[in-house]
């Protein structure tokens, strides 16, 4: 199953408005993006289909860095502006939750207005301000931590592009860590309940005869 | 669930530590067991032999290929809690890789005994062979 994720990629290097570049983008199926800039900062908001946001973010790069040579990802950011089901995803809390909150039925009240009205499902918060409403009216700072999948997109990308600043014995070691990181990450995914109920289905007699 | 469960939860005490690391080693010592017993190089320990000799959800299957069958469905399992336990004292499991082998190991013996993982650390003998 699939939805679709709002994000954006910083990227540098070669110009991604060109024509040229526009045309690749949109042959290699990045015609889910609007790219723009903003004071010299290239960015493309992406709205992509895909089973899980990582999945997103890291199609969405690959398929950039494919299309238009010299160009290179540095950020992915969170959309500016959040629905009503993000905030609540953000925040730990169901959707009728956040939105008893957003009218001022539940909670202190004063949450801010939507910065964009579309239909009532389509309403759109600008993050900054909502974020900055929880940490007051409700003393929740917590949810002004980027989503993990999106932690774990930007560490990719900050990794991959200390690499080539890095010296042989640095890079020596980042390997070491990484094996271990890896291992690490292999047993946490062969622990997961799901992947072993999935085993233990092949295993039963019952099933495999 | 997609992580195993009480994975980002921190250990009380370093007792409580230790003891999630003895049992975690305790069971993986079995686990060794199984997987030398499958490749032949060595003899199927008593433990394992009495547990092949039970019907498996009511079906009975010559030991040999029930042991076979295990070991294929779980060879990647098994072998990285052979690698986790391999890793020396050099190579400290963090916290979270620790609960993760150990839920891993219950889950694994779990299978083989046909019995709920608390129940692993009760059906198998005091230590291996």
Redesign the interface.
Known sequence: MTETHEFTLIVAGADVQTDEALNALAEVGCDDATVGSSGGVQHLDFDREASSYLAAVLSAIEDVEAAVPGVRTVRVLPDEYVTLAEIAQRTGRTRESARLLSIGERGPGGFPPPAARGAERNKLWRLPEVAAWFASALGEPAHLAPPPAQRAANALLDLRASTTELGRAELSRVRQELG?LI??I???E?????S?DA??A?????D?? | MPTPPELNQQFSSPAERAAAQAELQRLGEFLREIITAASGTAPVPGWLAAELRKPLRGHREPPGQWLARYHNVFSDELQAIDDTLSGGSENRLDDDSLRAARYLARRLLATLLDCPPSEVSQRLPATPS
């Open positions: 271990s291992r690490r292999r047993l946490i062969m622990a997961s309940p799901a072993l085993k233990d092949r295993w039963s007699y019952a495999s005869a």
